[in-house]
């Protein structure tokens, strides 16, 4: 495949609007919520990141695909997006670990995208109205036809995706980040014990079970709907909650689980999603946001503090729902104050709307995976971390 066999392909957003640009990757139709995502690197990693289950990405860095696809940089099985939509895309990758190119890539994977697409102006309409439902497609390119289609979808409000995206069955994971690619190796060497984790699976990304692995943990793996005393028959030192796809409001296995777990005041540690669901299964609520935080610059911190983290997320925590008697805000997104961190006043209980495992993305919050295995340490001894 190459430009010269590009074909046309039309985009368009449940507001009406129409875009028209050509194909790259599968052929067909692809209906789903168009989100935008800033990051300059990393598209590889937001393909296969399964939190992002249902939606079709803009990326708006405007070359695509130069450094190819490698066999290294799968944040899981398989990509997860719905399509992709890019200014302009590379057929010719070059890089010492491409191994395909991307178009290729999303091809053998059945996944459509569009390109020579004004993605600028296309985030800005986003921005100023909010995330919403769209659809490409290669072959229906009858603007009316295609509108009818993408106003017939359901809203990712509600939405429970979990279900398409968790693990089927237990995994165990030991495969720490390899020498070469391990950004913190004080950190790493200082811890000598081995602790088991169970990581409730929403959607789980590689790179935290490898970050994990890398501070000492035996990661076991469960799907998002095992009961309490199935997780708890492993004898965990701490519980992972994982990032994930759709509405947390509606993985109400998920939060059910989670409030019955925190009964034995193991540690905990949440991310993104699973930040989201401990925030339900402690008492608060979460929202919609307008369009969601995706991208490797995000400022979040308290006071003094700022550390830039990578995002992916449309929903938040509801600041006036938090329990403040348990539970107090630890990070605020400091571009709009929404609430990205929280952490349980007595019990060893934390979590984050952000992602320190980056993948993509900068490292400066790695050291949560540190803070997370302390406090394990700290509930073996009996002591507080
Ligand atoms: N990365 C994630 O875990 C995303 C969580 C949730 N699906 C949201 O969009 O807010």
Known sequence: MSLSDATPALLVLADGSTYRGWSFGATGTAIGEIVFNTGMTGYQEVLTDPSYCGQIVIFTYPELGNTGINSEDEESTQPHVKGAIARNICYKP????????????LQQHQIPGIFGIDTRALTRKIRTLGAMNGGISTTILDETELLEMVQAAPNMTGLNLVKEVTTPTV??????????????????????????VVALDFGIKRNILRRLASYGCRVIVVPADTQPEEILKYNPDGIFLSNGPGDPAAVTEGINTTR??????????????????LGHALGAETFKLKFGHRGLNQPAGLQQRVEITSQNHSFALDPDSLPTATVEVSHFNLNDLTVAGV???????????????ASPGPHDADYLFEQFVLKMQASRQGTKA
């Open 343 to 357: 952490r349980h006043k007595s019990l060893p209980v934390f979590s984050v709307q952000y992602h320190p495992e």
């Open 94 to 105: 070059s890089n010492w670990r491409s191994t395909q190119s991307l178009p290729n890539y």
């Open 260 to 277: 019955a777990l925190l009964e034995r005041q193991k540690p905990m540690f949440g991310i993104c999603m699973g930040h989201q669901i």
């Open 171 to 196: 995994y165990e994971w030991l495969e720490a980040t390899t020498p070469p690619w391990e950004f913190n190796p004080e950190a790493v060497t200082k811890i000598r014990e081995t602790f088991t």
